[in-house]
């Protein structure tokens, strides 16, 4: 069973940084691409930042503050973001393409999963 678990997140003033970041679990061959969402209360859950092998790609709202990057080693995701604006305040939510064994197929196969989720709040 593949978990994603997110940490970090909390309470900040603008202009402040924080540094969330989202460890992967479990029994797994693979991760492909990993990303960071959020959702604000009332609105819909929107794409901050993902990461490839060798790529990144931001919102447009986030560029030039936040900064993702990951440590393939310890599994982790992290995404820095500095300069928060109190539209930032949102739920972050961490996910993966995760490639691990089907038992009952006996293959490989990818599969996308998303951690429970950070509060992130920043205040004016």
């Known amino acids: 069973q593949v978990q994603l678990v997110e940490s970090g997140g909390g309470l900040m003033q603008a202009g402040g940084s924080l540094r969330v970041s989202c460890v992967v679990s479990?029994?797994?061959?693979?991760?492909?691409?990993m990303g960071w969402y959020r959702q604000a209360p009332g609105k819909q859950r929107e794409l901050v930042a993902e990461i490839g092998d060798d790529s990144t790609n931001y919102a447009d709202s986030v560029k030039g503050r936040f900064t993702i990057s990951r440590n393939n080693a310890k599994n982790t995701l992290y995404l820095q973001m500095n300069s928060l604006k109190p539209e930032d305040t949102a739920v972050y939510y961490c996910?993966?393409?995760?490639?691990?064994?089907?038992?009952?197929?006996?293959?490989?196969?990818?599969?996308?999963?998303w951690g429970q989720g950070t509060q992130v709040t920043v205040f004016a």
């Open positions: 996910t993966a393409e995760v490639i691990a064994l089907d038992q009952a197929l006996e293959v490989l196969i990818p599969r996308h999963y």
């Open positions: 479990g029994n797994f061959f693979k991760i492909n691409t």
